[in-house]
């Protein structure tokens, strides 16, 4: 069994496991070759040889514990219908969400478009090593919603107007969302998967009165489905503070990971039964190697007696030196 179902299911604190979100991209040099030879994204997800020789870039470099996939939480917009390109600099951007062609999309279809995504992982899997996790992830129904309807004000704000003139059935999009996400689960698993991470990068901008049903319920439908399919989940609801608390009692998944503005202490006090993973704010790799190894140092003391993964509070950023990636993973297996 790899290190990390060790200790997200048999709940084994005496083996240690250290993966990164972003751990292949652009902070690599070997990865920005590939990219810049692949303008592309999309296509460049669709492409399983190169993607599952990215998803292996940071394992033949690092020796990590894990390996994600190479892909993004956008492949599934894109195989519900929707155009997705990525502006340099802007971020994503998806054609304009169409009601009545979203509700007719056919599960058939859909697993067909994603075929690209499976065979990668198929292939991964044959020359990753046993002992090591394939991670397979999607994001989360809201997190999808936002990009899909083009909500998203700034950082912090949702476009409530822009949201209200849709007059849109959010629950019913957020129902179907989780089917077809359920279907994309099943599928990366039977092709070799083994570990699901669940992405609700925008669940900090969901307004209080909604939380339940945008977040905590969307989120437990989808770790119960995968419950039931034996396949052990983390999620990430970045950005909702305290409720973290509630977002774990609700949810229960094998594991959570913890934004870098959640306290190591308070998670470790108020997040019980679960698998603690990440924290670390990935800027402090960008700072001095004396800082980097203190605020790694008191995330790794803080949990060294409960069931905890070592990763960060959000993806490694572009500007990342690769040796301090190094530096940080040696630090972590050579700490007593
Ligand atoms: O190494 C890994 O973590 C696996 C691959 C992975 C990517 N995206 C590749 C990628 C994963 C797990 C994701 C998840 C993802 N994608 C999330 C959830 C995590 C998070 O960051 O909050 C979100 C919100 C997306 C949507 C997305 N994809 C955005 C907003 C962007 C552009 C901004 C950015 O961060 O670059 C992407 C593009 C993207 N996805 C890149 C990579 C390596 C950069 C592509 C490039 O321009 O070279």
Same mark, same amino acid.
Request: hydrophobic letters at 40%; aromatic letters at 10%; charged letters at 30%.
């Given at each position: 069994?790899?290190?990390?179902?060790?200790?997200?299911?048999?709940?084994?604190?005496?083996?240690? #496991?250290?993966?990164?979100?972003?751990?292949?991209?652009?902070?690599?040099?070997?990865?920005?070759?590939?990219? #810049?030879?692949?303008?592309?994204?999309?296509?460049?997800?669709?492409?399983?040889?190169?993607?599952?020789?990215?998803?292996?870039?940071?394992?033949? %470099?690092?020796?990590?514990?894990?390996?994600?996939? *190479?892909?993004?939480?956008?492949?599934?917009?894109?195989?519900?219908?929707?155009?997705?390109?990525?502006?340099?600099?802007?971020?994503?951007?998806? #054609?304009?969400?169409?009601?009545?062609?979203?509700?007719?999309?056919?599960?058939? =279809?859909?697993?067909?478009?994603?075929? /690209?995504?499976?065979?990668?992982?198929?292939?991964?899997?044959?020359?990753?090593?046993?002992?090591?996790?394939?991670?397979?992830?999607?994001?989360?129904?809201?997190?999808?919603?936002?990009?899909?309807?083009?909500?998203?004000?700034?950082?912090?704000?949702?476009?409530?107007?822009?949201?209200?003139?849709?007059?849109?059935?959010?629950?019913?999009?957020?129902?179907?969302?989780?089917? *077809?996400?359920?279907?994309?689960?099943?599928?990366?698993?039977?092709?070799?998967?083994?570990?699901?991470?669940? *992405?609700?990068?925008?669940?900090?901008?969901?307004?209080?009165? !909604?939380?339940?049903?945008?977040?905590?319920?969307? &989120?437990?439908?989808?770790?119960?489905?995968?419950?039931?399919?034996?396949?052990?989940?983390?999620?990430? /609801?970045?950005?909702?503070?305290?409720?973290?608390?509630?977002? &774990?009692?609700?949810?229960?998944?094998?594991?959570? !990971?913890?934004?870098?503005?959640?306290? /190591?202490?308070?998670?470790?006090?108020?997040? %019980?039964?679960?698998?603690?993973?990440?924290?670390?704010?990935?800027?402090?790799?960008?700072?001095?190697?004396? =800082?980097?190894?203190?605020?790694?140092?008191?995330?790794?003391?803080?949990?060294?007696?409960?069931?905890?993964?070592?990763?960060?509070?959000?993806?490694?950023? /572009?500007?990342?030196?690769?040796?301090?990636?190094?530096?940080?993973? =040696?630090?972590?297996?050579?700490?007593?």
């Amino acid at each position: 069994m790899s290190t990390l179902r060790k200790i997200l299911v048999s709940k084994d604190i005496s083996c240690k #496991s250290v993966w990164f979100m972003r751990q292949a991209g652009r902070y690599l040099p070997e990865f920005r070759e590939i990219r #810049s030879q692949n303008q592309n994204f999309i296509n460049l997800c669709l492409n399983s040889e190169l993607s599952s020789k990215i998803t292996l870039q940071p394992i033949k %470099r690092f020796n990590l514990d894990s390996a994600i996939i *190479f892909s993004d939480i956008l492949m599934v917009p894109y195989a519900l219908g929707q155009d997705v390109k990525f502006i340099k600099d802007l971020g994503p951007e998806l #054609s304009e969400f169409n009601i009545e062609k979203f509700l007719e999309n056919s599960e058939k =279809e859909f697993s067909k478009k994603l075929k /690209p995504v499976y065979k990668a992982i198929e292939i991964t899997r044959k020359s990753l090593d046993r002992d090591k996790s394939l991670i397979a992830f999607i994001g989360a129904p809201w997190t999808l919603l936002v990009y899909m309807l083009n909500i998203k004000k700034n950082k912090f704000e949702i476009d409530f107007n822009k949201l209200k003139k849709k007059d849109l059935d959010i629950n019913k999009i957020l129902s179907r969302l989780i089917k *077809f996400l359920c279907i994309h689960i099943h599928n990366q698993i039977s092709a070799g998967a083994d570990v699901i991470q669940i *992405f609700d990068s925008w669940a900090g901008i969901i307004p209080h009165n !909604n939380i339940k049903d945008y977040c905590f319920i969307p &989120n437990a439908k989808i770790v119960e489905f995968c419950k039931r399919e034996k396949i052990p989940s983390i999620c990430f /609801p970045r950005g909702i503070k305290e409720k973290y608390k509630d977002f &774990n009692e609700i949810v229960k998944p094998n594991g959570i !990971n913890i934004d870098y503005d959640i306290d /190591p202490l308070w998670a470790k006090n108020n997040l %019980r039964g679960t698998t603690i993973q990440g924290g670390l704010d990935p800027k402090k790799l960008l700072k001095s190697e004396k =800082e980097m190894l203190e605020g790694a140092t008191k995330y790794i003391n803080t949990f060294k007696d409960i069931p905890y993964v070592f990763n960060l509070g959000h993806g490694l950023l /572009p500007e990342t030196d690769p040796d301090r990636v190094r530096k940080l993973i =040696e630090f972590y297996r050579n700490h007593q």
